[in-house]
């Protein structure tokens, strides 16, 4: 079946580095794309959202980058910093349907 | 405002007993959805309520798996008898509701982390 996949389970980097982190998707019928940040123990957070009419949206130091044509979406944080130590999970809707088919997860570490 | 609030946030039970996770959506949002990541796993859809009525219940994984909305309010989701492969942590989420439209974003609560022994 169609599925949202990550490409790296793990990314350690720098403080003050920007992190990328990349989510390859197959269902072309999806409309709308999020990324959530999981801290241990606690539940899926909302970050930022992105609808398939867009190619890019920015937030607080998150931007989220679609390219529809290869069916990728990337989230890059800026100087990153050590609250953002998290597992990232992409996301995508399909248009007919309301549930969201999540990725597996990205584990970010960030080093001192 | 109160986000998604669910409880118990832990729970052990033993191979066969019965467990009911409670889910108290944010205010106003008549889209209520029940996920589940067992070890190792992605996070997978359960179900969907919008207001009292199942939408989508396509994710429950067998009729051991009850999930109840009575009322249009909180929603429960019960595991009778529970069986080992059901330890993991059941996530429940809400949203807005808009007829026609794609939907406003999905907030999580924190989770019910269930162990079955």
């Known amino acids: 079946g169609e599925s949202v996949g990550l490409h790296l389970p793990t990314l350690s980097v720098q403080e003050g580095d920007n992190s990328i982190i990349n989510c390859a998707y197959s269902?072309?019928?999806?409309?709308?794309f999020i990324w959530y940040k999981q801290e241990s123990g606690k539940g899926p957070q909302f970050i930022i959202d992105?609808?398939?009419?867009?190619d890019k949206r920015q937030g607080q130091r998150v931007t989220v980058l679609l390219n529809k044509t290869v069916k990728h979406l990337s989230l890059q944080i800026a100087a990153t910093q050590p609250g953002d130590s998290a597992v990232y999970f992409c996301?995508?809707?399909?248009?007919?349907?309301?549930?969201?088919?999540f990725g597996s997860g990205t584990q970010l570490t960030v080093l001192p | 405002e109160a986000g998604v609030t669910q409880f118990p946030s832990h729970s052990v039970i033993e191979k066969g007993q019965t467990v009911t996770l409670r889910c108290d959506p944010i205010s106003g949002h008549d889209n209520l959805y029940w996920y589940r990541r067992v070890m190792g796993k992605e996070i997978k859809f359960l179900l969907h309520f919008v207001k009292e009525s199942k939408q989508d219940e396509s994710g429950m994984p067998n009729n051991r798996f009850l999930a109840e909305r009575t009322g249009g309010t909180y929603s429960t989701l019960k595991v009778q008898p529970a069986e080992l492969e059901d330890s993991g942590v059941y996530f429940c989420a809400s949203s807005q509701y808009h007829p026609g439209g794609p939907g406003n974003t999905i907030y999580f609560g924190e989770g019910s982390w269930l162990t079955v022994v």
């Open positions: 992105i609808r398939s009419n867009m």
């Open positions: 996301a995508e809707r399909d248009g007919s349907a309301r549930q969201l088919t």
């Open positions: 269902n072309s019928a999806s409309d709308y």
